[in-house]
Structure formats: structure tokens, C-alpha cells
């Protein structure tokens, strides 16, 4: 089982604040995944990377950046946080491909935009 | 395109009565399905997934799905249901070729009473 962890667990912040949502893994895993999920909604992927300086957009559009500098960390920044971006944040991670890969998530951050 | 579709966004039973969750899904390619489990306050927690080998999976904590390739189905089901299989489930399918992107059903919350 993967180990994967979000910081911060909640976050309550004001309109045009930047904020950074973090990730970290620590099993080596090459993929990793933000999901965006709204109450009774389900997940939609809004980054992910196939490694270190690896990058790409999701189905969902976000106002998000990420980057991967280090395998093990796949930080979220938002420069200018807006009431719409009030939502949970989930993170994930997996290794190689095909039927032996499976995501492993992380406990999520809860945002809150004022 | 792939999709899934679960029905019934919340499902009631007795503690001691049979689970059925509903999934269907659709994929223009051989899929991968997988179920996750999210307690409140936490991220996902994978159950089983399928991955086109034994059609009938057995996840952990007593749960069990079987992919229907005719009914294009992958319900998941629990003989018995305990108070602390409460929480929220999710089903998800990817396509077994290239990079793993999950998409997601819009969760059915499970409700267990004494």
C-alpha cells in the first residue's frame, strides 16, 4: 500500500490569495494525479505527470499549476484563489502499467474560498 | 469515450442484508474496472478492480464484483452488511492500453441501520 500524504488537511482562505496544496508520496511512484471533487460529485481529473519534469492537463479545466521537480512531490498552486475553487483536492499516485497499476489516493484537502 | 454510470445515489440496508451496488459502464476498448471506498473525511480506498482476468473479483473486506461483459455491468456486492461498511462508493473504469485515466461515477453513498 502506497503512502500518501496531503498538507493541509482543510484550508480556509480569502478572495486573490495564493495558495499551494501539497503532495508527497514516498513509495517511488513515477504517476501522479490531482482530482478535483465537489460534494455528491464525482472525481475529475485536473493534472497529472508521468514523472519528474512531466506535466499535463486533465479532462477537467482548472485554474491550477503543478509541478514535478522531485518524484515524490506534486504540489498544487493556485495564484489567485476565487469562491469557485471551493472544492476538495484529492491526490494520488501509481507505478508502471497496465493491469498491475492501481492509484492510490491520498486523504485530501478540503478548500475553502471566502 | 468511456463512462460510468451508477445507479442510485444513495442505497439503504439493514445490517446483517445483502449489499448490491449498481455500475454500468461504457468503453470503446477492453476496460479496467475498479470500485474504491471513501470514508468520511478520507481519501479513496481501493476495494477490487478488474483487469480481464477471473471475471467475479474478491476485494477486500468481503466484497466481491462480477464483470458482465453483456450487461456491460460491474456491481458490487456484500452478503452481509456491517454498520462500518457505511461510507461513500465509487466506481471507475480506464482503458487497459496507454496512460491509466480513471474516470469516475458520481458515487452512491451507502447507508447502514441497525
Known amino acids: 500500500e502506497a503512502d500518501i500524504y496531503q498538507t493541509p488537511r482543510y484550508l480556509v482562505i480569502g478572495t486573490g490569495k495564493k495558495i499551494t496544496l501539497e503532495c508527497s508520496q514516498t513509495m517511488g511512484h513515477d504517476k501522479m494525479y490531482w482530482y478535483q471533487q465537489d460534494p455528491g460529485m464525482e472525481l475529475h481529473l485536473i493534472h497529472y505527470?508521468?514523472?519528474?519534469?512531466?506535466?499535463e492537463k486533465g479532462d477537467l479545466s482548472s485554474e491550477s499549476t503543478v509541478s514535478r521537480i522531485r518524484t515524490e512531490h506534486f504540489p498544487l498552486t493556485l495564484e489567485s484563489a476565487r469562491p469557485s475553487h471551493t472544492s476538495q483536492y484529492l491526490c494520488?499516485?501509481?507505478?508502471?502499467?497496465?493491469?498491475?497499476?492501481?492509484?492510490?489516493f491520498g486523504p485530501g484537502t478540503r478548500l475553502l474560498v471566502l | 469515450a468511456q463512462s460510468v454510470t451508477q445507479l442510485g445515489s444513495h442505497v439503504s440496508v439493514s445490517e446483517g442484508a445483502l449489499v448490491l451496488l449498481r455500475c454500468n459502464y461504457s468503453s470503446s476498448v477492453p476496460p479496467y474496472l475498479f470500485w474504491y471506498v471513501q470514508y468520511p473525511n478520507q481519501g479513496l480506498q481501493l476495494l477490487l478492480k478488474y483487469t480481464s482476468a477471473a471475471t467475479l473479483v474478491k476485494g477486500i473486506n468481503g466484497f466481491e464484483a462480477e464483470f458482465k461483459k453483456s450487461e456491460t455491468s460491474f456491481h458490487l456486492t456484500k452478503p452481509s452488511a456491517h454498520m462500518s461498511d457505511a461510507a461513500e462508493y465509487f466506481c471507475?473504469?480506464?482503458?487497459?492500453?496507454?496512460?491509466?485515466?480513471?474516470?469516475f461515477g458520481t458515487g452512491t453513498r451507502l447507508l447502514v441501520s441497525p
Open positions: 494520488a499516485s501509481s507505478r508502471g502499467g497496465g493491469y498491475q497499476e492501481t492509484q492510490y
Open positions: 505527470s508521468y514523472g519528474v519534469n512531466s506535466t
Open positions: 471507475a473504469v480506464s482503458q487497459s492500453t496507454g496512460f491509466q485515466k480513471l474516470v
